[in-house]
């Protein structure tokens, strides 16, 4: 694939001036809060997080990989990113209908104490609980009977992102690169090395990564992500190779 012009362009990494479409992977931060609130309820921003009190140890922070259209952020989200240019900051509103949808009150369901009982469980104010196979919360708690509420927890809000576009990705391995570190958190993407032959990506994973908690998993929703973003292709295959190194063995 060849960039396209722009301000400036660096070994397949576009990053600056060039207008945001459809199809394109972003890198971006953001920092997300409920309007009418200013509560945070998502953001990639450490010293944010830090200063704000919402650090946790086990997040990953630092700029993300979006790929525009994709539809793994909110819609309106990604729709807002198609007005700006890359380099661009800019605060962002979605309201309800662009965000986690308006409450709905068929939502709110009343159950009896009993059935929380049969299965050994006790309903409290703000449990979230799984009832045929929907997750809701625990509203309340009272004269036998137990509220629990199945709207996103977000529902009926508008939301406000301060975002900022960093970069575009223009070169296909670099997009291989981003879409293998943004499902295995942490990952060395030079340790990996990957190839292309006709329709086929091969990766080959390097040892550390064999034993990682969920890795099957995450293989799983790499492949799927190269075969909906990366043009022209049709197969995925992983590579894993023992030897005597891999198991210590003289």
């Known amino acids: ?105 068929s939502k709110v369901k009343v159950y009896p104490v009993s059935a929380f009982r049969k299965s050994d469980v006790k309903p409290y104010v703000g449990a979230r609980l799984t009832i045929e196979g929907k997750t809701g919360i625990v509203q309340s708690v009272g004269g036998g009977r137990v509220r629990v509420d199945f709207n996103p927890l977000l529902a009926g809000k508008t939301l406000a992102y301060d975002v900022t576009t960093r970069k575009k990705i223009v070169d296909e391995t670099e997009k291989l690169n981003e879409l293998i570190k943004r499902r295995i958190k942490g990952a060395d993407a030079s340790k990996f090395q990957i190839a292309r032959e006709a329709g086929t990506v091969s990766i080959t994973m390097p040892k550390e990564t064999y034993l990682i908690e969920g890795i099957q998993l995450a293989k799983t929703m790499i492949a799927r992500d190269i075969l909906k973003n990366i043009d022209g292709s049709s197969l995925v295959r992983f590579v894993e190779a023992f030897d005597k190194e891999t198991f210590k063995l003289k």
């Not at 600056?16 to 971006?28: A, H, Q, R």
């Not at 921003?45 to 140890?57: G, N, Q």
């Open 1 to 105: 694939m060849t960039p396209q012009k722009s301000a400036s362009t660096k070994e397949g990494i576009q990053e600056t001036g060039d207008i945001i479409k459809t199809g394109d992977f972003v890198i971006v931060d953001y920092v997300g809060r409920v309007k009418d609130t200013g509560s945070l309820f998502d953001l990639t921003v450490e010293d944010i997080a830090r200063k704000e009190k919402v650090y946790h140890e086990d997040e990953a922070y630092g700029p993300r990989l979006v790929v525009v259209g994709e539809g793994l952020m909110l819609k309106g989200f990604e729709e807002a990113l198609t007005t700006m240019k890359v380099g661009e900051s800019k605060t962002v509103e979605l309201p309800p209908e662009k965000a986690f949808g308006p409450r709905d009150s």
